[in-house]
Nanobody
Framework: QLQLVESGGGLVQPGGSLRLSCAASGFTLDYYAIGWFRQAPGKEREGVSCISSSDGDSRSDGSTYYSPFVKGRITISRDNAKNKVYLQMNSLKPEDTAVYYC????????????????WGQGTQVTVSS
């Protein structure tokens, strides 16, 4: 069964940090592009960051991309040994409050993952004092 499971969300004060994890089962994460999305209450889901696969194809060099709203504050990374992707979030702001989802797809077009075929269930991030 193909599955993605996010963890690491929670309540944090403005300026704080969180590290979200995305664990894969049923497939090898390194073979696919992985993206993080978020959806705030009353808003559409938006792309946050994307990391391309690193299996050697022309679009598979492990490149990372970030939304301009989070660039400089967020880092996406892979741990292939653990079959996980992480999203390190620093200097969090109240406007970062949302449910964060990881997803598996075919390729990154800048910071947005395309051809998504597996979604995680999401993890809540709340930034509030």
């Amino acid at each position: 069964q193909l599955q993605l499971v996010e963890s690491g969300g929670g309540l944090v004060q403005p300026g704080g940090s969180l590290r979200l994890s995305c664990a894969a089962s049923g497939f090898t994460l390194d073979y696919y592009a992985i993206g993080w999305f978020r959806q705030a209450p009353g808003k559409e889901r938006e792309g946050v960051s994307c990391i391309s696969s690193s299996d050697g194809d022309s679009r598979s060099d492990g490149s990372t991309y970030y939304s301009p709203f989070v660039k400089g504050r967020i880092t996406i990374s892979r741990d292939n040994a653990k079959n996980k992707v992480y999203l390190q979030m620093n200097s969090l702001k109240p406007e970062d409050t949302a449910v964060y989802y990881c997803a598996r797809g075919n390729y990154c077009s800048s910071y947005v993952l395309y051809d998504v075929h597996v979604w995680g269930q999401g993890t809540q991030v709340t930034v509030s004092s």
